[in-house]
């Protein structure tokens, strides 16, 4: 009966869905080539919200204004000429502080004045502080007043013009440039003063003669200063050349040796070195005019040059030096330098009035290519 029932029941019951099981996912084992995804976590969430506000764009770079060099820039096309600069360019940029007093006390006194005495005297007051000297100031003045009176000029701004050209006739006469001629070795004996730039002149003389394809040989015939014999050493190597030198000894002796060397190699030109002396010091001009001798029973024609260097800082003092050395030796040329340093450029016109002498360099600068051949024309557009 009871089987009965339960048949019953089971019939009337619904029927039971079996409970799906929850199905695990196993972690299926990454391919090599495929590394299983990590679920993000909680942290990375966090991190993930926070650069939108937190990135900075990358920091902006200043934008760099072209820096204008125009030294550097216009070289290319004056190397052809003479080095980096054209012989005008070099020189106008070696005589900037002659030039700027020149010019600023010239265009105030030029500008909206008449001529009268007064003017003239302020004119002579400019002159004379650029050491262009008493004898040279007073031709110069004559002359202007001569071509303003002759040609009825009333306006001052053209007496500029008037002092340039005056100025130009004074120098032209002391522009003599350097010519080899004789036979060789060419001797130039080197004279000045301490500290007025002869070793240094000596070595930019010899890379103008290794321009022009002659080959050099330097005496370094200043045996009473170490330092000047190390000096032209480091020119020589800096030039490829050979410096005959003796750590102690007579300078003549030095300087003939070199001689002899020259003519067993057929050396073009012998520079000559010699010791610095003032003017005042009478037993050591003595002494230089011994070496003069020495050259000369070395070399008949010699010495061809006796360059005797001034430094332009000097000024008038320049002048007296040029008379004791020319009354001593029979100074043949000049080399002025030091320029570039001074506002005392006027020199060379009292030279040329007082002392006439050919210039045949100006140093206007310190690298190696700054001994320029003087030009009087070139000079003085450069000061104005």
């Keep these: 009966m009871f089987e009965f029932l339960k048949k019953i029941i089971?019939?009337?019951?619904?029927?039971?869905?079996?409970?799906?099981?929850?199905?695990?996912?196993?972690?299926?084992?990454?391919?090599?080539?495929?590394?299983?995804?990590?679920?993000?976590?909680?942290?990375?969430?966090?991190?993930?919200?926070?650069p939108l506000q937190s990135i900075k764009a990358p920091p902006k770079v200043a934008e760099k204004k072209p820096v204008v060099l125009p030294e550097k820039e216009e070289a290319p096309k004056e190397e052809k000429k003479?080095?980096?600069?054209?012989?005008?360019d070099k020189i106008k940029k070696g005589l900037t502080k002659t030039r700027e007093k020149l010019t600023s006390e010239l265009t105030s006194l030029f500008t909206g004045k008449k001529i009268d005495e007064a003017l003239f005297e302020e004119l002579e007051t400019?002159?004379?502080?650029?050491?262009?000297?008493?004898?040279?100031?007073?031709?110069?003045l004559d002359s202007i007043r001569v071509s303003v009176k002759k040609n009825n000029i009333e306006n001052a701004d053209e007496i500029k013009g008037l002092l340039k050209e005056k100025l130009t006739e004074l120098l032209t006469p002391i522009e003599n440039p350097l010519i080899l001629k004789g036979t060789n070795p060419y001797v130039i004996m080197v004279v000045g003063v301490n500290g007025a730039g002869k070793t240094t002149t000596i070595g930019k003389l010899t890379k103008i003669f290794l321009d022009e394809n002659k080959s050099v040989l330097i005496a370094a015939g200043d045996t009473f200063r170490a330092a000047a014999t190390e000096q032209l050493q480091v020119w020589g190597e800096?030039?490829?050349?050979?410096?005959?030198?003796?750590?102690?000894g007579d300078p003549s002796a030095v300087i003939f040796d070199a001689i002899n060397s020259a003519k067993a190699k057929n050396i073009d030109i012998v520079i000559?070195?010699?010791?610095?002396?003032?003017?005042?010091?009478?037993?050591?001009?003595?002494?230089?005019?011994?070496?003069?001798?020495?050259?000369?029973k070395c070399h008949e024609e010699a010495?061809?040059?006796?360059?005797?260097?001034?430094?332009?800082?000097?000024?008038?003092?320049?002048?007296?030096?040029?008379?004791?050395?020319?009354?001593?030796?029979?100074?043949t040329g000049l080399a002025l330098t030091k320029l570039d340093g001074t506002a005392k450029g006027g020199v060379i016109a009292a030279i040329a009035k007082e002392q006439p002498t050919p210039l045949r360099y100006i140093g206007v600068g310190e690298s190696i290519d700054d001994l320029k051949v003087f030009n009087a024309k070139e000079y003085v557009d450069a000061l104005f």
């Excluded at 003479?82 to 005008?88: D, H, K, L, P, V």
């Excluded at 400019?126 to 110069?140: H, K, M, N, Q, Y």
């Excluded at 010495?303 to 100074?331: M, R, W, Y």
């Design 303 to 331: 010495p061809h040059e006796i360059l005797l260097v001034l430094d332009a800082n000097t000024g008038q003092n320049a002048i007296s030096q040029l008379k004791i050395f020319n009354e001593a030796l029979g100074i």
């Design 82 to 88: 003479s080095g980096f600069f054209g012989f005008a």
């Design 272 to 296: 000559a070195d010699t010791a610095g002396r003032l003017p005042t010091q009478k037993h050591l001009i003595d002494e230089i005019t011994k070496v003069k001798r020495v050259i000369k």
């Design 126 to 140: 400019i002159l004379l502080t650029s050491d262009v000297g008493i004898s040279a100031t007073t031709f110069l």
């Design 238 to 248: 800096r030039n490829n050349v050979h410096v005959v030198s003796q750590a102690s």
């Design 10 to 50: 089971k019939k009337d019951s619904p029927e039971k869905k079996p409970v799906a099981k929850k199905e695990v996912t196993k972690k299926v084992p990454a391919s090599p080539k495929q590394k299983a995804a990590k679920p993000p976590k909680t942290s990375d969430k966090k991190k993930t919200v926070k």
